[in-house]
């Protein structure tokens, strides 16, 4: 039997692909496709960081082993770690970053009014089909879209994603959060008659909190 | 089918007392059998409200530790027969009572009463926790300015949360004047707020006032306040009333002085 020229080390979240360095790169990768085609079983449909040793490869190449990798098994690399990141810890963080990401990306829905002192917090978006009065708080870490008015204290992005938006089809919040922005109503009377917004649409730029009407432009904007 | 309905705003002077007494007098008035529970144990006034103050011997506190059976402590009204009221205690605190305890006393009362009306102190502490324990139905009492609907949306959340599903409003001392030139939320804005079932509106009437000191509730008499207080007793009663015009009327003199404006 040969020298391996590939070798996989694994832990729960990760695996370290242990490369020979004097072969030639398209020699490898016929290894690499080998050495996963037979352990695909082993890993099944898992979801993990990888990580490279051994030889150094530089951004097109570590592309073309995860793309090895992945038709040769039913492997799903979410990310790439650099050498002194291959702690276990960090792998696990790494995934679960991912993960969650993901996660905000999907969204529940909360039917009723969100009253005074009341809070609902969620891993994902969220959808309320109700008011939110003044003195609720929602915390999503993805999105928050409200069919109704409002008017409490909204936090989008609450694991730090920029990207994340608030939509509202009256807005009227008392304070927007979106990441690590915040952005609070104006001063002035509590009550006025009748002053409906209209549907709009709230995201963070450049430290900015902008509120805009829901305009295609805006729309097109907007990344999930 | 006995009901108990608990009074309750969140925030102190809103009228959850008055609002109590009339309703309260009122279904007695309609001849059903009423019983008034004044749960502000510590600032026990509905007796005052009810002009009953000089004959309470036993209280709710009394009560609930067995120094008295509940007939003793049940204060029969001066007008109406079938209106009895249990004052709460003035020398203890809210701590002398649990909720337990009073499911316990309201089970017992419910066999005898048509309706049960839970006067429930301001906050929502350990006295909010006993006044709804045992409540089928809430009436929350709210004056149109936003510090009473900030409390009055908060109770309402922790209604739901304590599964009194059955929520209805009294938006209280609405000036109809202040309405009309743009100074005063109107019924409407409160209701589309709070999302509740508006159950009445009662004016700012002097007469309440007067009616209060007197302790002689004003549910009933001629005043506007009066008749706002009658329509609500007979809408808990599951009766369909139209809402009434809160606008006073100005007499000749002021429909002169309005020529001349």
């Known amino acids: ?90 792998m696990k963080q790494a995934v679960e970053g991912r993960q969650r990401e993901r996660d905000s990306n999907n969204g529940r829905f909360y039917k009723g009014t969100l009253r005074s002192g009341q809070v609902l917090e969620s891993e994902t978006s969220i959808i309320i089909l109700g008011d939110v009065n003044p003195g609720a708080t929602i915390v999503s870490k993805g999105n928050v879209v409200v069919l109704g008015s409002l008017k409490g204290i909204i936090y ?31 001063d002035g009377p509590l009550y006025t008659k009748g002053n409906m917004t209209g549907p709009m649409i709230a995201y963070a730029e450049n430290g900015n909190i902008y509120m805009e009407a829901i305009t295609k432009d805006v729309i097109n904007d907007i990344r999930i | 089918m006995s009901e108990v309905i608990v009074i309750t705003s969140g925030k102190g002077g809103v009228g959850k007392t008055t609002t109590t007494a009339n309703v309260g007098t009122g279904l007695a008035k309609l001849d059903q059998k009423v019983v008034l529970i004044d749960t502000d144990i510590g600032l026990r006034n509905l007796d005052v409200v009810m002009g009953l103050e000089n004959r309470i011997v036993y209280n709710l506190v009394d009560v609930v530790e067995g120094n008295c059976r509940i007939k003793q402590a049940l204060i029969k009204d001066k007008r109406y027969p079938n209106l009895y009221l249990l004052p709460s205690a003035q020398t203890r605190d809210k701590t002398a009572v649990n909720p337990e305890q009073m499911i316990k006393l309201i089970d017992e009362l419910r066999e005898e009463f048509d309706y049960i009306l839970l006067d429930c102190p301001a906050g929502i502490e350990q006295g909010f926790k006993n006044a709804i324990a045992a409540a089928d139905r809430a009436l929350i009492v709210t004056t149109p300015e936003v510090s009473a609907i900030r409390d009055a949306d908060r109770i309402i959340g922790l209604l739901e949360a304590n599964e009194i599903k059955s929520t209805d409003l009294i938006v209280n001392r609405i000036r109809m004047d202040m309405v009309e030139s743009g100074n005063m939320m109107s019924m409407d804005d409160v209701v ?54 809160l606008k006073i009327k100005s007499g000749f003199f002021g429909k002169l002085k309005k020529l001349f404006k």
């Open chain 1, 1 to 90: 039997m040969k020298q391996q020229t590939v070798v996989i080390k694994s832990n729960k979240y990760g695996i370290t692909l242990v490369m020979d360095r004097n072969i030639s790169f398209e020699n490898l990768l016929k290894d690499i496709a080998e050495r996963f085609r037979t352990t695909s079983d082993f890993f099944q449909d898992a979801r993990m960081a990888l990580a490279f040793e051994g030889r150094s490869l530089n951004r097109e190449e570590q592309l073309e082993v995860i793309r090895v990798i992945q038709e040769n098994s039913s492997l799903e690399i979410l990310c790439v770690l650099e050498q002194d990141e291959l702690k276990e810890s960090f």
């Open chain 1, 156 to 186: 989008a992005g609450a694991a730090g994603n920029e990207d994340s938006f608030v939509a509202a089809l009256n807005m009227a919040p008392m304070q927007i959060r979106i990441a690590d922005v915040i952005a609070r109503s104006a």
């Open chain 2, 192 to 245: 589309e707020i709070l999302a509740i079932d508006l159950m009445g509106a009662v004016p700012d009437d002097e007469s309440v006032v007067i009616s209060t000191n007197q302790g002689e509730p004003c549910v009933g008499d001629s005043s506007l306040a009066g008749q706002a207080y009658m329509n609500i007793c007979r809408r808990v009663m599951g009766e369909e009333v139209p809402f009434l015009d």
